[in-house]
């Protein structure tokens, strides 16, 4: 299976290629290709519709200022089952895309045990035995997989609520909504670790590039595999560098107060 999944995978790639393209500059290394970065703001466009427009049919009193972006309330109500297929027909599309690299791995599990250093920033420089995923990324990942199924499944059976139990459309209702909390929950910290949290993130998937700096600090594993160089001793020789330049310029700042 996936060796299947890698071969449709590659196919998908070249075509992307095709119509678009990613300039690697010097000091860059690529991160994320066409396809990739092509799936990514789909599934996301995809998401965000699906949430505004949900929260206007959850509560229309609370966010009736949501309704007039999709021409009112009966059309909300219409478009949202299909914001919700398109999401999981992308979704699917990008799931094949990452199979391989978000497979669950005793790395991971060691990353889990470090999470309080992690986001107390404690390390300035990630375990050398991360690749190209950590295991936040791959849980976030993993947890859209379980959101994906649950929207689609509730989804279709609140979309044909004549076709089954009354009972099971109210328990699709409920699923459904925790199903979409838990991906708010994800979206949210998913928006503050590429931004924010971790400066240079956010342009690997709009130029699909990241700064070697980045990599050997984020992920020192897959730096290691696509440039064959030790990152902690590229780490070192950049702070060491930092170090130099900044006792150069205190020297000239001294030598200008005399």
Do not use: C
Request: hydrophobic content about 45%.
């Amino acid at each position: 299976m996936s060796t299947a999944i890698d071969k449709f995978d590659e196919g998908m790639r070249r075509r992307a290629d095709r119509v678009g393209m990613t300039t690697v500059h010097r000091g860059e290394l690529l991160r994320h290709p066409v396809y990739t970065r092509l799936l990514h703001w789909l599934v996301a466009i995809a998401f965000v519709l699906s949430l505004l427009s949900g929260f206007a049919l959850y509560s229309p009193w609370l966010f009736r200022f949501l309704t007039p972006i999709f021409g009112g309330g009966p059309m909300a109500r219409f478009l949202h089952p299909w914001f919700g297929l398109f999401f999981d027909i992308f979704f699917l599309f990008q799931f094949l895309n990452w199979f391989a690299p978000m497979a669950w791995t005793d790395v991971d599990r060691r990353w889990l045990n470090r999470i309080k250093q992690y986001l107390t920033n404690e390390d300035k420089v990630e375990s050398a035995e991360v690749g190209f995923f950590n295991g936040g990324q791959k849980l976030y990942f993993w947890s859209i997989v379980l959101s994906g199924v649950l929207f689609i499944v509730t989804g279709l059976l609140m979309w044909f609520d004549h076709v089954v139990p009354r009972w099971i459309v109210a328990v699709s209702y409920v699923v459904h909504d925790l199903a979409a909390l838990l991906m708010l929950a994800g979206f949210i910290i998913h928006i503050y670790e590429g931004t924010a949290a971790m400066p240079g993130t956010f342009r690997a998937m709009t130029n699909g590039t990241v700064t070697r700096k980045w990599a050997w600090t984020h992920h020192p594993a897959w730096y290691r595999d696509v440039t064959g160089r030790d990152p902690r001793e590229d780490y070192e020789r950049e702070k060491w560098g930092q170090a130099e330049r900044q006792r150069v310029i205190e020297e000239r700042e001294r030598e200008g107060e005399f």
